[in-house]
């Protein structure tokens, strides 16, 4: 805490004392600082113009901003002083916000930029952007990176996320009870820099771009800069180890935004496309296509936001990554259109994820492919303590399909200082069957149990209408997480019952029980010989069972992890042994062909992993199942291996094989993947994605063009080709199907 009001002390006055290297300047300063303690916070300074964004640092402007560089280490070492200096420089106009941050570097040609992609470098070292971003030892970026947190509401549960890495690559995402997610794209910019003596970031958050509560001079700001050849995090608030940036909570204080402009809250996106599409199956000729549509989005308060849609589009998504599935339950693909994504995080439910109540690729998506939507409306936002959540979406008549409507309505209640209490509602089924379903969830989150730990605990109920009217419509479940450091502790018990089938949701079972429990130790060895090597150790044991409604065993998962450490460098090795027990109740096509019988099957498999930084520029991961599976044995091979060239161009190959020694006979089944990008600048990049996989015996090429004129208006083309493979006898490729697309959208703020 004294290190932390000595760098408030720092802030206020513009001096860059830094963090204390004497003990003697400690103590000179120590009383003063406590004195203005109270007051503390960061001070943003009112310009008449702000800066040029070039990414450089040296507009004029900056020069009215008092440095601050009072930042702590979070990695490797808490509350340390960092191996870099890094400062801060915050200025606004009437219509946005201006942050500059200078990272110091003594040896500026290590410093990595190894995309510029859109939203791909803002993986947190504190646990990614889907996890609740406590402890520091999962995935960290790959890149050198400045993450800026701004909570514009003080509400200490909501916040807004910017990134941005050496190369200018940006992304955006919103903060919502500890996770981010990257459902939210905005209308900034952003400018980096490489310089002699380290790198310089600039951002422009326009008042019109972001939510806040009108006459509120305080806001919340953190700030995080990541340095990956050392795996160091740098924090302005927040720097012990289970610490989540992503809480708003941790932030420090931003003073003396007034008299700033948010517009009329009203933003015009229409979208125009010309196309052609051809489907050689089928033997017609091509066929045309001159389309368009708009969104509109008004803020009727400055945090709730209505959106009406006409005519959806969404040829710029990127295709969907092909899977292997040896199981007898559906895979979950992420959701990746836009309309879908903004507003999203309020839909999430309290249980599991093998059961989610709102699941929007059911939306507009029949077995992958898109269902045209005629129209939606959403209303996203909050009031008062009270989170909302409305979306609602017509499909289009086609193909002779029926045009359908689907609703679904989500409220949560903010209660003490981190939990909240809800309800949700949705109506529809893909199948145009009825198909309705209640549920509501308590959960009840500390950053502050026994001192300074993680705890979340949940509870949730639902029950389903349907046309059927015998079974158990009815679900249930309970959740205790612990997720810190050193130990992270999870639970789950879950009831569905055999008549709950959530018509536009997601189930991956029914009429089971399920209770899940892993313990992870996670000790970091002292200096030594053994931890200048290692970061960090992973011991792991779950188990995982699953048993149907009478109570009789139909899955057990038992898993050891004995062996786990991350290096200093960030590569990752990973020793795990599984247990298995798997009561097939009917007779199971594993693969085309291979059929195993309803019984009682035990085996043990190992997994072995390994990966290297995601910060060196040839990547390397390597996973590998193998050993008995069901009647025989099977051997699992992942591998990929990723080369980046100074953010212009980014390839990947990636394969999985899978070949099974079963009693009921053999089998092979393969997926290949090539990604290949290409990058101008950040905002002019070509994309393309290429998969082959032996089940489906489809060949696709995705080609994405993404122009981004200025911020909000962006030109899109959109190239998409399949080939199926045949033997007649030899084996080839035929064309299946090709399309081509031009599309421009714009974004209008009045």
């Known amino acids: 805490n004294r290190l932390y009001i000595l760098m408030t002390l720092t802030t206020r006055n513009g001096h860059k004392y830094g963090a204390p290297r004497a003990v003697s300047l400690f103590l000179a300063v120590l009383s003063f600082a406590v004195s203005l303690s109270a007051a503390g916070g960061i001070r943003a300074v009112r310009v008449a113009a702000g800066p040029e964004i070039n990414g450089r640092l040296d507009d004029p402007a900056w020069a009215a ?158 700030v995080e800069r990541y340095i990956p050849r050392k795996q160091e995090t740098i924090r302005l608030a927040g720097v012990s180890r289970d610490a989540n940036f992503y809480n708003p909570r941790e932030a420090a204080s931003l003073e003396g935004i007034e008299n700033i402009r948010q517009g009329k809250g009203i933003t015009f996106r229409p979208y125009g496309l010309t196309g052609i599409a051809k489907s050689f199956t089928a033997g017609t000729g091509a066929s045309f296509r001159l389309d368009g549509g708009f969104d509109v989005y008004k803020s009727f308060t400055p945090n709730l936001v209505g959106v009406l849609s006409y005519n959806m589009d969404f040829a710029e998504t990127e295709a969907d990554e092909r899977r292997l599935n040896l199981t007898r339950f559906p895979m979950s693909y992420p959701e990746k259109r836009m309309f879908f994504l903004e507003g999203s995080e309020t839909f999430s439910f309290s249980s599991s994820m093998s059961f989610t109540p709102f699941f929007s690729r059911a939306v507009g998506l029949v077995n992958g492919v898109p269902v045209p939507v005629l129209f939606g409306a959403k209303l996203y936002g909050k009031i008062g303590d009270t989170n909302l959540a409305l979306l609602d979406v017509q499909t289009r008549a086609d193909e002779g399909r029926p045009g359908l409507n689907f609703l679904a309505a989500r409220m949560t209640q903010n209660i003490f200082a981190q939990s909240k209490i809800g309800w949700i509602f949705t109506n529809g089924s893909p199948s145009g069957e009825k198909n309705s379903l209640f549920g509501a969830d308590i959960t009840f989150s500390s950053s502050t149990f026994l001192g300074n730990k993680n705890i979340m605990l949940a509870a949730w109920g639902a029950y389903n209408w349907t046309e059927r009217k015998d079974g158990r419509h009815h679900g249930f479940g309970f959740r205790a997480d612990y997720p810190n450091d050193l130990w992270n502790i999870q639970t789950t018990y879950a009831y569905y019952g055999d008549a709950l089938n959530p018509g536009i949701g997601f189930m991956m079972r029914r009429g089971i029980q399920t209770a899940f429990g892993r313990l992870s130790f996670q000790p970091r060895p002292a200096a030594g010989f053994l931890g200048a090597l290692v970061r960090q150790f992973f011991f792991t044991a779950s188990a995982d069972y699953y048993w149907d409604l009478a109570g009789n065993l139909e899955t057990r998962r038992l898993t050891a992890s004995p062996f786990g450490f991350q290096t200093e460098s960030g590569e990752r090795i990973t020793f795990e042994i599984e247990s298995n027990r798997d009561v097939l109740p009917y007779d199971f096509e594993i693969s085309r062909g291979i059929v195993l019988p309803a019984g009682a099957y035990d085996f043990t498999k190992t997994r072995l992993e390994f990966s290297t930084s995601a910060r060196r520029s040839v990547a390397v991961s390597v996973h590998y199942n193998f050993g008995p599976f069901y009647s025989g044995r099977y051997n699992d091979f992942n591998a990929g291996l990723t080369v980046k060239v100074d953010g212009f161009v980014n390839l990947s190959f990636s394969t999985n094989l899978v070949r099974g020694f079963l009693a009921q006979g053999d089998f092979s089944q393969n997926v290949y993947e090539v990604k290949a990008d290409f990058f101008l600048s950040p905002d002019l990049g070509l994309m393309n994605y290429i998969q082959y996989d032996d089940v489906s015996r489809l060949l696709g090429w995705s080609s994405r063009l993404r122009w981004r004129i200025s911020p909000g208006n962006e030109i899109y083309v959109i190239y998409n080709k399949n080939w199926e493979r045949r033997w007649d006898p030899a084996s080839r490729f035929l064309p299946s199907e090709e399309r081509g697309v031009l599309k421009l959208s714009l974004s209008i703020r009045p």
């Open 65 to 222: 901003a008092p440095a601050v560089s009072a930042f702590r280490m979070v990695e490797p070492t808490p509350n340390a002083d960092p191996s870099e200096r890094t400062e801060l420089r915050i200025v606004y106009d009437e219509n946005a916000l201006y942050i500059g941050v200078l990272c110091f570097d003594g040896e500026p040609n290590r410093i990595v930029g190894n995309t510029m992609a859109h939203d791909n470098t803002g993986a947190s070292s504190s646990g990614g952007w889907s996890g609740g971003g406590y402890g520091h030892g999962s995935t960290a970026p790959g890149d050198d990176l400045v993450r800026i947190l701004l909570d514009p509401f003080q509400d200490k549960r909501t916040a807004y996320v910017f990134f941005v890495n050496p190369r200018g690559a940006r992304g955006e995402g919103l903060v919502y009870a500890g996770s981010a997610s990257l459902n939210w794209d905005g209308i900034w910019t952003a400018a980096a820099r490489i310089r002699e003596d380290g790198w310089s970031a600039e951002f422009r958050i326009p008042f019109k771009t972001i939510s806040f509560k009108p006459g509120l001079s305080v806001w919340g700001l953190n």
